[in-house]
């Protein structure tokens, strides 16, 4: 917040804000002086808005002097014309002047009407309050901020999700929340591990097509198998069958795997994949009918033994916990030595 210097418009200056407003003035120069905000000189207009300008302008721009521009545009709204406020402030006026200047500046917006300013400029050259500067200004305006990659994914994502895509055949399934279909091939495998026909499937997201495709399927994969079935450099969707026996007893479950193999993925396949998960799950459950027995997340597919699905499956109870052993007391350091309370004789 710029500290206000307490200078105010002369009575001349307002009234001439009062008559400038009716249109017969196309640019005015004020300045400070004897702590005032005066009037130092104005131009009538010629030609149009652009025509105008640097012929009016330009020459209000000392390089050594602070002043204030006020440039009526050709645009009007309820209040009447619109006006450019240019605060000119040059690198080699004096540091005193630039304060003065500075700490005045909310205070002329207020005396003059902000409801009359459509637009201001902070400018140091002459250049920077130019007919092509102000143009540049309009444009870096009203361009977007631009954005980290993260934003911009983030941006498809939202994008992506006011998507509607619309199959034609009953079990092309669309994501709740993504609106990726997935397609009938993969349904069809889908189905068959539910059934325990085969018992590996790989999904993919089609980021081009927006579609969740059948990436590969396995009659009977072992479980030794399984690692090198999954992709070290892209992410990737995994159903496989464990056959397996626990306690005595076979058992045949269907484990969801999701492997993001680090950041060797783009922001983009990182945040779909990671999007998608809980959809892709959740279609095959309330939609497909499948038991999934456990969900998991990999970043490397070496992490995929017997060993570790039996654990993440059926994890090991602890029976018998060890009884918190209270601490033993420091060692003895002979008998206590009875001390004098102060006042006792």
């Not at 131009?43 to 012929?55: A, I, Q, R």
């Not at 050594?64 to 009447?80: A, H």
């Not at 361009?143 to 999700?161: G, Y």
């Not at 306690?247 to 193999?261: A, N, Q, R, T, W």
Request: one cysteine or more; glycine letters at 4%; hydrophobic letters at 35%.
């Amino acid at each position: 917040m710029s500290h206000q210097t307490g200078i105010k418009a002369s009575e001349s200056l307002a009234k001439f804000f009062a008559t400038a407003k009716e249109g017969d003035v196309r640019c005015m120069k004020i300045v400070i002086k004897d702590e005032q905000l005066v009037l130092d000189e104005y131009k009538e207009p010629v030609g149009s808005f652009e025509e105008d300008y640097d012929n009016c302008v330009l020459p209000f721009l000392p390089e050594n002097e602070p002043s204030y521009v006020l440039y009526r545009l050709d645009t009007k709204n309820n209040q009447g014309y619109q006006w450019l406020f240019i605060a000119y402030s040059p690198d080699f006026a004096v540091v005193r002047q630039k304060m003065l200047y500075a700490g005045t500046r909310a205070t002329l917006r207020l005396e003059f009407g902000n409801g009359h300013i459509q637009d201001e400029i902070f400018a140091t050259h002459s250049s920077d309050a130019s007919l092509d500067g102000y143009k540049k200004h309009i444009v870096a305006k009203n361009a977007e901020a631009p954005l980290t990659e993260s934003e911009m994914e983030l941006r498809e994502m939202e994008r992506n999700e006011h998507h509607n895509k619309h199959g034609v055949s009953s079990k092309h399934v669309t994501l709740p929340g993504i609106n990726f279909p997935i397609d009938d091939t993969a349904v069809d495998k889908l189905e068959e591990i539910r059934d325990k026909k085969i018992s590996y499937v790989q999904l993919k997201i089609d980021i081009e097509n927006e579609e969740i495709q059948l990436s590969r399927s396995d009659d009977d994969m072992p479980v030794e198998s399984l690692p090198s079935a999954v992709p070290s450099d892209v992410a990737r969707y995994h159903f496989f069958l464990f056959k397996h026996t626990h306690e005595g007893d076979y058992m045949e479950k269907i484990v969801f795997i999701y492997s993001m193999p680090g950041y060797s993925c783009s922001v983009k396949e990182r945040m779909l994949y990671s999007s998608c998960k809980a959809s892709v799950t959740a279609v095959c459950e309330q939609h497909l009918n499948m038991e999934i027995d456990k969900k998991i997340e990999i970043s490397d597919g070496a992490e995929l033994t017997e060993e570790f699905l039996q654990d993440e499956l059926h994890p090991k109870k602890i029976l018998h916990r060890p009884k918190f052993a209270k601490p033993k007391p420091p060692p003895g350091r002979g008998a206590k030595r009875m001390t004098k309370g102060e006042g006792n004789s």
